[in-house]
Nanobody, 125 residues
Framework: QVQLVESGGGVVQAGDSLRLSCAAS????????MGWFRQAPGKEREFVSA????????GYADSGKGRFTISRDNAKNTVYLQMNSLKPEDTAVYYC??????????????????WGQGTQVTVSS
């Protein structure tokens, strides 16, 4: 069982930065690929970024390439999402998720076993 708690969301202006954190419980954090997803009002949940269990591999949705950076600290059981140059269209609830997967990562939400409760990010123009 893995419990995930996100933090770091807030209200910012376009062009600002935020760093989201996701703290995981349990001793096997380093065995999980981690992902970030988001859901805007009236829209389906969408993939943002994911990172492999070791942190050696990571992927991004086109919407975040060049602006978002995912990282993880397995000693702290935490995954991060650094978001720069935020845009109003980045406004959403951001969720972190864990997938039992070694040495790889995946963008499909159905592959993730555990989810956090989400943190709200609001970007004003």
């Amino acid at each position: 069982q893995v419990q995930l708690v996100e933090s770091g969301g807030g209200v910012v202006q376009a062009g600002d930065s935020l760093r989201l954190s996701c703290a995981a419980s349990g001793r096997s954090f380093s065995s999980y690929a981690m992902g970030w997803f988001r859901q805007a009002p009236g829209k389906e949940r969408e993939f943002v970024s994911a990172i492999s269990s070791t942190g050696a591999g990571a992927g991004y949705a086109d919407s975040g390439k060049g602006r978002f950076t995912i990282s993880r600290d397995n000693a702290k059981n935490t995954v991060y999402l650094q978001m720069n140059s935020l845009k109003p269209e980045d406004t959403a609830v951001y969720y972190c998720a864990a997938a039992r997967m070694l040495f790889s990562y995946i963008s499909s939400s159905s592959s993730y076993n555990y989810w956090g409760q989400g943190t709200q990010v609001t970007v004003s123009s």
